[in-house]
T-cell receptor
Framework: AQTVTQSQPEMSVQEAETVTLSCTYD???????LFWYKQPPSRQMILVIR??????QNATENRFSVNFQKAAKSFSLKISDSQLGDAAMYFC?????????FGAGTRLTVKP | NAGVTQTPKFRILKIGQSMTLQCTQD?????MYWYRQDPGMGLKLIYY???????DKGEVPNGYNVSRSTTEDFPLRLELAAPSQTSVYFC??????????FGQGTRLTVV
């Protein structure tokens, strides 16, 4: 079964600085998708960024970018110019053909 | 757009009671999922469905049942509620591996 590991339960960053959240996954499949979701205190799950495994180019969405290392099964999220509104739980997710699994999450605190 | 609608938002159950968590989506998505999120933890997959009439177990299916008679609805049934089922439950849907849309969650407490 696929597993998703987020080894950083909590991270902290100063406003306007850059932070990187780590994620590794285990799979024997070659075709899959990876996601980062953000969960603010409202509990709503919000898609941050998405990466297709067949694409070598790292995905970017404004201040958010990923470092996708397929051979190492690593998928880290970099947040640049951190803002107070970035404070939330961040979940890494792996999607295979049929189901989607999540990591345990990283709680990000942004200090003013 | 309503998106994914879950009801109820909160519920307190007594041990041994049963209930159904409702989930409806209006985006004509084939894929639907049920997750539970324990305090401070990630989401664990309970059941999923790839289309009407097709369901399969996820990581933690014990104590739960699902059905998918229509594309829109994917109810989750709890039989004989136990304190270990105290959690926040999320329903999600997606049309493909692009973006999953989540409901607002149901906070369930079993006492």
């Amino acid at each position: 079964a696929q597993t998703v590991t987020q080894s950083q339960p909590e991270m902290s960053v100063q406003e306007a600085e850059t932070v990187t959240l780590s994620c590794t996954y285990d799979t024997s499949e070659s075709d899959y998708y990876l996601f980062w979701y953000k969960q603010p205190p409202s509990r709503q799950m919000i898609l941050v960024i998405r990466q297709e495994a067949y694409k070598q180019q790292n995905a970017t969405e404004n201040r958010f970018s990923v470092n996708f290392q397929k051979a190492a099964k690593s998928f880290s999220l970099k947040i640049s110019d951190s803002q107070l509104g970035d404070a939330a739980m961040y979940f890494c997710a792996y999607r295979s053909a049929n189901d989607m699994r999540f990591g345990a999450g990283t709680r990000l605190t942004v200090k003013p | 757009n309503a998106g994914v609608t879950q009801t109820p938002k909160f519920r307190i159950l007594k041990i041994g009671q049963s209930m159904t968590l409702q989930c409806t989506q209006d985006m004509n998505h084939n894929y639907m999922y049920w997750y539970r999120q324990d305090p401070g933890m990630g989401l664990k997959l309970i059941y999923y469905s790839v289309g009407a009439g097709i369901t399969d177990k996820g990581e933690v299916p014990n104590g739960y049942n699902v059905s998918r008679s229509t594309t829109e609805d994917f109810p989750l049934r709890l039989e004989l509620a136990a304190p270990s089922q105290t959690s926040v439950y999320f329903c999600a849907s997606e049309g493909g591996p692009t973006e999953a849309f989540f409901g607002q969650g149901t906070r369930l407490t079993v006492v």
